[in-house]
């Protein structure tokens, strides 16, 4: 099944991909308005207008680098909210160039309508993953313009605002018409990658599914510094379970135990996967080794709280085992197995009675 989190933090990440790319194109726009304005506009009215054509760039700019260093385990409404205020303010730093009309000469004025028609089409293709943030962009580029052409007398005044509003319309338009292109795109891909990496038995991510998803996770903890955590976990007395209630009753406990760690991770970056027979794997991104046990305490008592019946354990029921680690991908040795610890963890909870939990602590061997 299609994860709604996956789909809005993959849209989230479109937002936020190459922001210094997009403050390039920024100033390569205000430098072109600026070498027609300047000639014709006092120092202080154009020194005005550079800095609030630069202050709304680089909030948007530094919005959108913050965000694009982290990965959003959900996406939250107050982070949207102020990426969409941030592109507001870059529409409207270019927008009051509008304000500028009257002391401009006729060819300047053609000049700067067709300069905010490029800027208004260039962010498109980034901003149309949330069509309400290109919306928001739009409107402070446009709103200024559209009432200075109405209030000006001189050419080309109110005849043109007809043909802005009808460019506003056709390029936000676009913007939906894109964004469902996206999601189509994406279901597709989700679609796809579910057929190849999920496991048949349980329907969580296979080994195959995981072993992709931390290498990329690897690689963001590289770049942005954040913990991972990882949790090995084994069905105790699986094989004893299997010869004395039979491989019906055992599949059965490997999807119950399967969902029931899945129900304990559910941020989008989260991810558990059948490792190999009753063995499974949690891939826990941005998570502190503390929050990373609790959820592993969380997840022996839900599968305590299962019940199944399971004679071969002390307690008469299934229960389960785990071994963890927290490391810093960038100051990791690559030579040392992140996994491998974890399973030694395991391994330590095995031979203290299962049924608990034990941690890697990192300078142990």
Same mark, same amino acid.
């Given at each position: 099944?299609?994860?709604?989190?996956?789909?809005?933090?993959?849209?989230?990440?479109?937002?936020?991909?190459?922001?210094?790319?997009? $403050?390039?194109?920024? /100033?390569?726009? #205000?430098? =072109?308005?600026?070498?027609?304005?300047?000639?014709? %506009? @006092?120092? !202080?009215? &154009?020194?005005?207008?550079?800095?609030?054509?630069?202050?709304?760039?680089?909030?948007?700019?530094?919005?959108?680098?913050?965000?694009?260093?982290?990965?959003?385990?959900?996406?939250?409404?107050?982070?949207?909210?102020? $990426?969409?205020?941030? /592109?507001?303010? #870059?529409? =409207?730093?270019?927008?009051?160039?509008?304000?500028? %009309? @009257?002391? !401009?000469? &006729?060819?300047?004025?053609?000049?700067?309508?067709?300069?905010?028609?490029?800027?208004?089409?260039?962010?498109?293709?980034?901003?149309?993953?949330?069509?309400?943030?290109?919306?928001?962009?739009?409107?402070?580029?446009?709103?200024?313009?559209?009432?200075?052409? #109405?209030?000006?007398?001189?050419?080309?005044?109110?005849?043109?605002? @007809?043909?802005?509003?009808?460019?506003?319309?056709?390029?936000?338009?676009?913007?939906?018409?894109?964004?469902?292109?996206?999601?189509?795109?994406?279901?597709?891909?989700?679609?796809?990658?579910?057929?190849?990496?999920?496991?048949?038995?349980?329907?969580?991510?296979?080994?195959?599914?995981?072993?992709?998803?931390?290498?990329?996770?690897?690689?963001?903890?590289?770049?942005?510094?954040?913990?991972?955590?990882?949790?090995?976990?084994?069905?105790?007395?699986?094989?004893?379970?299997?010869?004395?209630?039979?491989?019906?009753?055992?599949?059965?406990?490997?999807?119950?135990?399967?969902?029931?760690?899945?129900?304990?991770?559910?941020?989008?970056?989260?991810?558990?996967?059948?490792?190999?027979?009753?063995?499974?794997?949690?891939?826990?991104?941005?998570?502190?080794?503390?929050?990373?046990?609790?959820?592993?305490?969380?997840?022996?008592?839900?599968?305590?709280?299962?019940?199944?019946?399971?004679?071969?354990?002390?307690?008469?029921?299934?229960?389960?085992?785990?071994?963890?680690?927290?490391?810093?991908?960038?100051?990791?040795?690559?030579?040392?197995?992140?996994?491998?610890?974890?399973?030694?963890?395991?391994?330590?909870?095995?031979?203290?009675?299962?049924?608990?939990?034990?941690?890697?602590?990192?300078?142990?061997?």
């Amino acid at each position: 099944m299609i994860n709604p989190h996956q789909l809005s933090t993959y849209l989230f990440r479109e937002l936020h991909r190459h922001p210094t790319v997009s $403050f390039i194109h920024h /100033s390569v726009f #205000a430098a =072109l308005l600026a070498v027609y304005l300047w000639p014709q %506009l @006092p120092t !202080l009215e &154009f020194s005005v207008w550079l800095i609030l054509v630069f202050s709304g760039g680089i909030w948007q700019w530094l919005v959108s680098r913050r965000y694009n260093q982290q990965v959003a385990a959900t996406v939250k409404p107050q982070s949207l909210s102020q $990426f969409t205020s941030a /592109s507001l303010a #870059a529409g =409207l730093g270019f927008g009051l160039t509008a304000l500028l %009309l @009257p002391q !401009l000469s &006729f060819e300047t004025r053609l000049f700067v309508i067709l300069m905010l028609s490029a800027v208004a089409a260039s962010e498109l293709l980034k901003l149309s993953a949330y069509p309400s943030v290109y919306g928001a962009f739009l409107a402070g580029l446009t709103i200024p313009l559209i009432i200075m052409l #109405a209030l000006v007398n001189d050419s080309p005044g109110w005849k043109i605002i @007809p043909a802005i509003v009808l460019m506003v319309l056709v390029l936000y338009y676009s913007a939906i018409q894109r964004r469902r292109d996206l999601m189509d795109d994406l279901m597709a891909r989700f679609g796809l990658e579910t057929d190849a990496s999920e496991d048949k038995l349980t329907h969580i991510a296979n080994r195959r599914r995981f072993d992709m998803i931390l290498e990329q996770t690897w690689a963001l903890g590289r770049r942005s510094g954040n913990p991972i955590s990882l949790i090995m976990v084994d069905i105790d007395y699986f094989k004893q379970f299997n010869d004395q209630y039979g491989h019906q009753a055992g599949d059965k406990c490997l999807v119950q135990v399967a969902s029931a760690l899945a129900e304990c991770a559910r941020r989008a970056t989260d991810l558990v996967a059948r490792y190999g027979g009753e063995e499974f794997v949690v891939l826990l991104n941005q998570t502190t080794r503390d929050d990373a046990y609790q959820l592993a305490e969380r997840m022996r008592k839900k599968v305590e709280n299962l019940n199944i019946k399971n004679e071969n354990t002390p307690s008469g029921q299934v229960t389960i085992s785990l071994g963890g680690i927290t490391v810093f991908a960038e100051d990791y040795e690559k030579s040392a197995n992140p996994l491998q610890l974890a399973d030694n963890a395991l391994y330590a909870s095995k031979a203290g009675g299962r049924n608990r939990i034990s941690w890697h602590q990192l300078g142990e061997s």
